[in-house]
């Protein structure tokens, strides 16, 4: 119910919205209809009394529509004033300043209010403004805490802030978990597996039925050594997971300090330069750090 | 041989190196060629020095200058075909015999080599002032196949993007596969090294790099290195790659080199090298000798460890990361492998190939000390042990390792070691695995040396030893000190006994100079009346590769009022000894035992005997004897030694022998030894295997659940559920080894059906199901690659019912689970390799197995294609391993010559070591067995890939040797065909090393031998015989340059020689010889055309034949007579008369009779080479090559001598 944040006896629009498209009427449709009726009588009336004998259908929906807009707009505007004032109720100088503030000349109001030819229309039938069902009835409605002035709004409904945790009772037999975490694991593997084997080369241990278990051809690789030597990235990972601590022999080499020899054991571990890198400034004097030399130009004899 | 000479070292050369230049100015990746040059600067020690004796091989030279004249030279590598291709001999007594005599013909050691430059005449004078004299020598090498070894991968890019790389490797002397040099490790002098590489690569050499210059177009850069410690060229290297540089970061002068993109892990490998530095600067009490060291890791290995001086190479596959285990301990051993051979072997170097051993075992014995320092006393001592049992093993079944052979001691010495089917004279005729065994005794004799002069003196000795070489390295050449950086025997021996005082000599006698190990068997009563123990030590000095021991022995007898050493005397003939017992027994009081450290213990006395107070008794518990000792002893008292002593060999060994005890009580004795943590680590494994032994003999009364599983359940399994296994912490490494073995251990169990156990195999399989390594800071790799052995290890032969074919279908239950399993493991291996990729390795062998047991039917293909060159090199050996299984197995001759082909053709070095290794060790057949792989074929094959395919690898062709051998033996091969048989075999049957054919030469080559070999040999075989003497009749046309003929020796040595007249008969024929060729100038444009083409041939022998060769090949039989007659018969009878008298002359006034054989063969084998280019001249002749001035050799060339 997007209306309940507006003041309840200016929710026309809203009603309205509510109820178009539907024959089924609840009470609160029942209690916006009977309002836009209302309007409508007044609508026609006003018609009649500028002297049209008929008017279409649509003419005065459209004219209704447009009163309730304003209608809605001065209360909207009217509460605004109210609030800007630090109140909660409007009075009669909040909306007497809507309406100057909507371009509409008050001074003209009382005359026009006592005009001969108005025509009274009944009041409209006396109901009861609709409950507004209740939402959720989840907890207890909070009070205030007493440091929160009174005049603040209300907490909302419990339902809006209120987590009313799910769930089922987690399986915790360990053994259960582990054997699900190892078949998990085989099928994933060997789904990947026979998939590698079902869209690439493969090989054969029996010859009568080739598809029995199917290995996955060997490749040779143009650097075996780096296959077989270097750790995995799955594994890589698994290392950081279990041990971040190890990784910090990465220092760069410009933190070893100067002249520091063999006998100097404290040294944090040292660099690595590429030796095609003449530019590169190192301490360590180790005769492939050095810069690689210009030749000689030839002297001619 | 240098024992006898305490005087110091004498070079067997006319003149003294004193500094090399060595520039390789071109490396060329695309053609795997170099060019360069090398400049020798060299002291003439005799007067008249007008020949030069280098060593080089395959290299191809353009040009010698001495002192900047051109100089004439010729090329001649005896080793490059061993027998003559034509030759029909068969036996491996010839070749062997042949081999070594070639390969002393060009030894650097005895002043001889392969190229022999002769001195321009304008420079004789200069001999007489004793100047210096320059050779330079242009080469180039072109595909090497020996000495450098270059590695380019075959992708895209450039040279460096492809980490292309190459490094020099050999094994023992091999520089001079490589460069033109003095190739002996007693040949020292300083060195000045240039390698102008690509500017993206690095060049990594011995000594200290100096200055890295661009090239003119700065595409290029020269690295210059100096190397100022007097060195042997065979400690020489150059690797040359885009090398990632680390220094490292505790010794700055310390640089690591390794391939691209493995920096992180030369990080982590390398991270502990300075501890080892600081332990051996520590113990040896001497600075590292060089000023800088640097290690370099290369793809494609020769071997794993090699050291140079300053640098050591290694292979690429030592590198790990932080994450794995079970490689950490093995690269920390390589490395300090590699630097006790920095200290001794590299800056210390041998004086000859006799005094090997020193080197080796110094080397060996400190790193032994390194072991003992990082891994413990328990690793120490088991490493010794396991050392031991291995040379036991080895000199049981071949009979002896001879560390120090004294050639030219006694008479008849010319073979010492008759057992053996390879001669040991020189380190390039050994069998590899000989040579590792020989490293393996070397360190242990050592050990033994250490026992009896105290450690403390041992390394003073090594510090003086140390000390003296780098005095002499600093010294200047002309202060004649450098000699003191080599290292014989004697020299050794004396120093020993100049620091201890003691006299070793004896030890030295029994372990060093003679070969073989001691085999005791022991026994032993105890006599309750005298309260003494009876003890029976017997030898068996009998069997081959034993030897008599005398002397004292140690036994250490534990009682129960604790331990007692008592030293015996083992002579001559006392078999029994009486050691009195210091207890008596005593069952109920209740007191702990002492033992042996001190330790006090509780023990439970109630299994042994009432009577006796011994617990138990262990004979030479130090190890300080080279032996096998079998002893008996009751089994309760095996149980006691392993719950109790605390020495991790007599726990080892009480292992062993509980393996012939299956009672109860062992198992429990075993059981707790595997739940005892205290227990060192390969101890408890070992319990593992003996308890799945002792499980199997028990297995009618066993009760329980099997072997460890109640066992591995309590240690490795979850409390709550105790058939899953924790998940993986290895953190402590002595429960990971443990938790590897054992399941291994239990899949060997079998039940009443001699089948794995259903329950064990289903807990194997579980631990492989439930293994979960997320939380693990370490790899598992190894674990679930010891899990895939043990699968292996369940696995029972099939039931075969009526050869039916291996399906899918009749795959029975269980094998088709592990089948299961080991398909997946090999297929997410692919995906998500392992380290050095050891699952894959056991998942083929896994398969090769299921194959063997006929649960899947037999094919090699798979494993022919993992061991295709691509894949990683373990991988490679384990198919190649199957492959060789299935070539015995299956006898195909298809698999024979597939493997054969790759031992030719593969690019890696080690591969094909390796293969005809366990080919040798799995052999498709035996000499003893019948088969119809051994044909005629095959014999030829053979003969040809040691003959002459293998010249480029020493190791190889020892190899090739060794599974002739095997599958041969000595004699002619049986299969082939018997015609040839008769009169070869009678000949050479008596003598193991004899040559048959060089009796008939002895005897005068016209009579007897000529008949003989008409005999038998049909047209080929007389070449062999005859045409030494087409060779020789040089000799009177050409005689020696007014007879002061150079022998290339020491002037003290030509003093007591007759003038002309060399000292050694080996130098003999080749010097003749060679003085032919010399009388030519070489400077005309056909000249290097003729060698160019001669050159041409050794670097591609026997494989891609040059049109010369072919021609020779396809020769018809019959010209051949024709041809000799005219020669021989006209002028060179009276030749033969010379060579015969000469050999005459020689014994009366040398009386060296010891020589005769040898210089038989020697001669017998120059023949050959003269022989061989004898026919490649005639060859050049029928290609209208005769106006080369070079063929000199022939008759008919214009020779224009001085």
């Known amino acids: ?301 | 041989m240098n024992r006898k000479k305490d005087k110091g070292f004498e070079s067997p050369r006319p003149y003294k190196l004193t500094h090399q230049v060595v520039c390789i100015n071109n490396i060329n990746f695309q053609r795997k060629s170099v060019i360069g040059y090398v400049e020798l600067t060299i002291f003439p020690t005799v007067v008249n020095l007008n020949r030069i004796k280098l060593s080089s091989k395959q290299c191809r030279i353009y040009r010698v200058r001495v002192n900047d004249l051109e100089a004439p030279f010729i090329y001649n590598d005896p080793t490059l075909e061993v027998c003559h291709h034509e030759s029909k001999q068969r036996n491996l007594n010839y070749f062997s015999s042949a081999y070594t005599a070639a390969v002393g013909a060009v030894d650097p050691d005895a002043g001889n080599g392969e190229l022999c430059i002769k001195v321009p005449s304008e420079l004789w004078k200069q001999g007489d002032e004793m100047k210096v004299l320059k050779v330079y020598i242009e080469f180039s090498l072109d595909q090497p196949k020996g000495g450098l070894h270059f590695v380019v991968p075959d992708i895209e890019g450039n040279m460096a993007e492809r980490g292309a790389h190459v490094f020099s490797f050999g094994y023992q002397n091999s520089t001079r596969f490589w460069f033109p040099c003095v190739d002996s490790y007693s040949e020292l002098c300083t060195w000045k090294l240039e390698f102008t590489v690509d500017a993206s690569m690095v060049a990594v050499s011995c000594g200290d790099l100096v200055e890295t210059v661009y090239t003119h177009d700065m595409r290029k850069k020269t690295f210059h290195y100096v190397l100022p410690i007097p060195t042997a060229a065979p400690n020489i290297s150059l690797a040359v790659g885009p090398f990632e540089i680390l220094v490292d970061p505790y010794m700055h002068e310390v640089t690591h080199f390794c391939l691209p993109q493995l920096l992180p892990l030369l990080k982590h490998t390398m991270s502990y090298l300075h501890e080892i530095f600081e332990f051996y600067e520590e113990i040896l009490t001497c600075r590292y000798p060089y000023s800088c060291f640097k290690t370099v890791f290369v793809d494609e290995a020769y071997v794993q460890v090699s050291s140079y001086a300053s640098m050591s190479i290694f292979s690429t596959n030592l590198l790990h990361s932080a994450m794995i285990i079970d490689q950490t301990p093995v690269t920390r051993r390589c490395l300090a492998q590699a630097l006790s051979q920095q200290f001794f072997g590299c800056f210390i170097s041998r004086m000859s190939w006799s005094d090997e051993w020193v080197l080796k075992g110094i080397s060996g014995y400190i790193y032994g000390l390194y072991l003992k320092k990082t891994f413990g006393v328990n690793e120490y001592r088991h490493w010794i042990k396991e050392e031991l049992d291995k040379i036991v093993e080895y000199e049981l079944k071949t009979g002896g390792v001879l560390l120090h052979p004294a050639f030219c001691g006694g008479k008849e010495k010319d073979n010492p070691t008759p057992h053996l089917h390879f001669s040991i004279k020189h380190p390039h005729t050994l069998s590899w695995e000989y040579y590792k065994m020989f490293q393996c005794k070397a360190h242990l004799v050592m050990r033994l040396i250490e026992n009896r002069i105290s450690m403390e003196f041992m390394l003073q000795v090594f510090n003086k030893l140390l000390s003296l070489a780098s005095t002499a390295s600093s010294q200047k050449y002309q202060s004649h000190m450098w000699s003191q950086m080599l290292l014989s025997t004697s020299g050794f021996l004396k120093s020993i006994s100049n620091v201890s005082g003691k006299d070793i000599g004896p030890l030295i006698k029994q372990w060093v100079d003679q070969s073989g190990v001691v085999k005791f068997f022991g026994s032993f009563a105890f006599n309750r009346k005298r309260n003494v123990l009876e003890l029976e030590i017997r030898q068996d000095y009998t069997s081959s590769g034993t030897q008599k021991y005398v002397g004292p022995i140690k036994v250490t007898v534990q009682e129960l009022d604790g331990s007692f050493n008592h030293t015996l005397q083992i002579e001559e003939n006392s078999l029994k000894h009486d050691i009195p017992c210091h207890s008596k027994s005593r069952r109920n009081k209740k007191k702990k035992i002492p033992l042996m450290n001190g330790e006090e213990v509780d023990m439970d006395l109630s299994a042994m005997d009432a009577d006796s107070p011994l617990l138990w008794i262990r004979i030479d518990p130090d190890m300080s004897i080279l032996r096998k000792v079998e002893f008996e002893q009751a089994d309760f008292m095996w149980q006691y030694q392993l719950r109790y002593e605390r020495d991790v060999v007599a726990q080892e060994e009480a292992i062993s022998a509980l393996e012939k005890f299956p009672t109860p009580a062992s198992r429990l004795a075993l059981t707790d030894i595997l739940e005892q943590e205290q227990c060192f680590y390969k101890v408890r494994m070992q319990a593992c295997f003996c308890l799945a032994k002792i499980a199997n003999s028990m297995m009618s009364t066993w009760t329980g659940p099997p072997a460890m599983k109640s066992l591995f359940t309590r240690m490795f399994c979850c409390k709550s559920c105790p058939n899953i296994v924790k998940t993986n912490n290895f953190i402590n490494f002595q429960s990971y080894f443990l938790q590897k073995t054992m399941p291994v251990a239990m899949a060997l169990l079998r039940d009443m059906q001699n089948l794995c156990p259903k329950e064990v195999l289903n807990f194997i399989l579980d631990l492989i199901k439930y293994n979960d390594n997320r939380k693990n800071k370490f790899s598992d790799n190894y674990y679930r690659a010891e899990l895939i052995d043990a699968l292996t290890n369940s696995l029972t032969p099939a039931i075969n019912i009526s050869n039916e074919v291996r399906t899918v279908d009749n795959l029975n239950s269980d094998v088709r689970l592990i089948l299961e399993e080991i398909t997946r493991f090999l297929n997410m291996e692919k995906l998500l390799p392992s380290y050095r990729n050891t699952i894959t390795v056991s998942c083929l062998r896994a398969i090769r197995m299921l194959q063997k047991n006929g649960h899947i039917p037999s094919d090699p293909s798979l494993f022919k294609s993992y061991a295709q060159y691509g894949h990683f090199v373990d991988v490679r050996v384990a198919a190649l391993e199957a492959v060789v299984d299935y070539t015995r197995v299956d006898r195909s001759s298809e698999e024979l010559q597939w493997l054969l082909d790759m031992v030719q053709n593969d690019p890696s070095h080690y591969v094909r070591h390796k293969i005809l290794s366990m080919l040798g060790k799995n052999p498709p057949f035996t000499k003893a067995s019948e088969s119809s792989l051994c044909n005629e074929a095959l014999v030829d094959q053979l003969w040809k890939l040691m003959n002459s395919g293998t010249s480029h690898d020493w190791r190889l062709r020892c190899d090739a040797v060794n599974f002739y051998y095997t599958l041969f033996g000595l004699t002619r091969p049986s299969c082939l065909p018997l015609p040839e048989l008769g009169l070869v075999l009678n000949l050479k049957e008596k003598k193991a090393v004899l040559n048959p054919t060089i009796k008939p030469e002895a005897g005068g080559i016209g009579g007897v031998g000529a008949l003989d070999l008409c005999a038998n040999g049909g047209i080929h075989t007389p070449i062999s015989g005859f045409p030494s003497s087409l060779e020789e009749e040089h000799l009177p046309m050409e005689p020696p340059p007014n007879g002061v003929a150079p022998a290339p020796h020491g002037l003290k040595r030509k003093a007591e020689t007759p003038l002309g007249s060399p000292p050694e008969p080996v130098q003999f024929t080749a010097q003749e010889e060679e003085d032919i060729d010399m009388d030519t100038v070489h400077d005309s444009q056909a000249f290097i055309y003729h060698h160019l083409n001669m050159l041409e041939r050794p670097s591609t022998p026997g494989k891609e034949p040059p049109l010369v060769e072919q021609t020779l090949l396809s020769m018809p039989a019959t010209p051949l007579p024709a041809f000799i007659k005219e020669p021989s018969a006209s002028k060179h009878g009276e030749h033969h008369h010379r060579h015969h008298h000469h050999d005459h002359k020689k014994k009366k006034k040398k009386h060296k009779h010891k020589h005769k054989h040898k210089h038989k063969h020697e001669s017998k084998d120059k023949d050959k080479d003269k022989d061989r280019e004898r026919e490649r001249d005639r060859d050049r002749d029928a290609h209208a090559f005769t106006s080369s001035p070079a063929s000199g050799r022939s008759l008919r060339s214009p020779s224009l001598s001085d």
């Open chain 1, 1 to 301: 119910f997007i209306g309940t944040s507006l003041p309840s006896h200016w929710n026309l629009q809203s009603g309205l919205r509510s109820g178009s498209g539907k024959t089924t009427t609840s009470p609160a449709e029942n209690y916006y209809l009977a309002r836009r009726r209302t309007l409508q009588v007044v609508v026609s009336s006003l018609l009649t009394e500028c002297g049209f004998e008929s008017a279409e259908k649509a003419a005065v929906e459209s004219l209704t529509e447009m009163i309730q807009s304003y209608i809605s707009e001065v209360g909207r505007s009217a509460k605004s004033y109210c609030e800007h004032t630090a109140r909660s109720t409007p009075t009669l100088s909040d909306v007497v300043v809507t309406l100057i503030e909507m371009g509409f000349n008050v001074d003209t109001l009382p005359t026009y209010a006592k005009r001969s030819q108005r025509m009274v229309i009944t009041a409209p039938p006396v109901t009861n403004s609709p409950v507004v069902p209740k939402a959720l009835a989840a907890g207890q409605k909070r009070v205030h805490p007493p440091y929160i002035p009174s005049h603040l709004p209300d907490f909302p409904d419990p339902h809006t802030y209120i987590k009313t945790p799910t769930f089922r009772e987690p399986v915790s037999d360990y053994q259960v978990l582990r054997e699900k975490a190892a078949s998990q694991r085989r099928d994933v593997e060997r789904a990947l597996t026979r998939f590698m084997a079902k869209t690439g080369e493969t090989q054969s241990l029996f010859k009568d039925d080739i598809t029995a278990f199917p290995l996955i051809a060997a490749r040779p690789s143009s650097i075996p050594y780096l296959n077989a030597l270097l750790p995995s990235e799955l594994e890589l990972q698994t290392l950081e997971e279990t041990d971040s601590s190890e990784q910090d022999d990465q220092t760069d080499n410009e933190n070893a300090p100067t002249g520091a020899d063999k006998e100097n054991s404290v040294l944090p571990p040292g660099g690595v330069v590429p030796a095609v890198k003449p530019s590169e400034e190192t301490v360590i004097d180790n005769p492939y750090l050095r810069p690689v030399k210009k030749p000689k130009v030839r002297r001619k004899k």
